[in-house]
């Protein structure tokens, strides 16, 4: 499978999450910065980048 697979199937499973709690996030209580830990930042380290600066660090 290559990566590009593999980064497709990550997503995949953002969506279908986001899919079956769509009421939960698309609410007022559901903060922007939990969208980012629960979705944005996911979908940035499913195609490859280091969005925690984990390699910078090193």
């Known amino acids: 499978m ?3 697979d593999k980064a497709f199937e990550r997503i ?3 969506v ?3 899919e079956r709690n769509e009421p ?3 609410s007022p209580e559901y903060s922007e910065a939990a ?8 979908f940035w380290m ?7 600066h984990d390699e910078e660090s090193r």
């Open 2 to 4: 290559s990566e590009m």
């Open 12 to 14: 995949g499973v953002l």
């Open 16 to 18: 279908k999450d986001f």
């Open 24 to 26: 939960r996030y698309k």
């Open 35 to 42: 969208a980012r830990k629960d979705f944005i930042d996911k």
């Open 46 to 52: 499913a195609l490859g980048w280091d969005v925690n």
